[in-house]
């Protein structure tokens, strides 16, 4: 009975440790999501998070929003129309961006993005059947902050440079406020867009880094 105890105790102490050998935390030790994220990665350590977050109960604070499918065209007139380019290559930007249509799958939500106070409507762009066979550092979420009165039916340029945002990783909620999740097979990052630029989130360094450790 002694033994068995004690073989119970020690696959349990080398089990809590297993996350800790894997990854290397480079986290602002001062936040608590970065603490709570960590026990999070720990827990699921054996998902695929880099095809999606995963409802976790024992994480407080913590869920999902709930995205449902894009219009038809939608994705692809956003990903389209956010990008400023010369109208002499605009059928060949278009041409390119209808060829990595493949494979993409498009959801929108609405939410106060980058915790202004203010909804915004977001399209959250993935690759759900290649996420597993991506390279090691590549990311499969995107997410795009949009105004729609900007987008011309036809899928002309939008009306103006300030319509869109774009910020990569898979939004989730954690006491209320919204960040981003960048999680390749290589890193996690967690980014916190706190408002707009010109066309970009004002989110330049993640505030929770995890970087797994070579084998």
């Keep these: 009975m002694k033994k068995s ?3 119970t105790i020690a696959a349990s102490m080398c089990s809590s440790f297993s996350w800790a050998e894997v990854y290397e935390d480079h986290s602002n030790p001062n936040l608590q999501l970065c603490k709570d994220f960590k026990a999070y990665l720990e827990r699921n350590v054996d998902k695929p998070l880099q ?43 278009l041409d390119e ?15 106060d993005f980058n915790n202004d106070g203010n909804t915004e409507s977001v399209l959250v762009e993935d690759y759900p059947d290649e996420c597993l066979q991506a390279p090691r550092y590549y990311a499969a979420y995107s997410s795009y902050v949009y105004d729609e009165k900007h987008l011309n039916i036809d899928s002309s340029f ?8 774009n910020q990569s990783g898979e939004p989730f909620f954690y006491d209320g406020r919204v960040y981003g999740a960048v999680i390749s097979k290589s890193l996690v990052e967690i980014y916190e ?8 989130l004002v989110s330049t360094r993640p505030i929770c880094s995890y970087k797994k450790m070579e084998n």
């Design 5 to 7: 105890i004690l073989l």
């Design 97 to 111: 961006a209808i060829r990595l249509e493949k494979g993409k799958r498009y959801r929108i939500t609405r939410l």
């Design 193 to 200: 867009p706190r408002g707009f630029r010109e066309n970009k």
């Design 51 to 93: 095809c999606g977050l995963v409802a976790d109960e024992q994480f407080k604070g913590f869920r999902l929003p709930k995205l449902q499918p894009a219009p038809e065209g939608l994705g692809l007139r956003i990903n389209v129309q956010a990008r400023m380019v010369m109208s002499d290559s605009y059928q060949k930007h």
């Design 158 to 165: 939008i009306s103006t440079h300030k319509s869109y945002a």
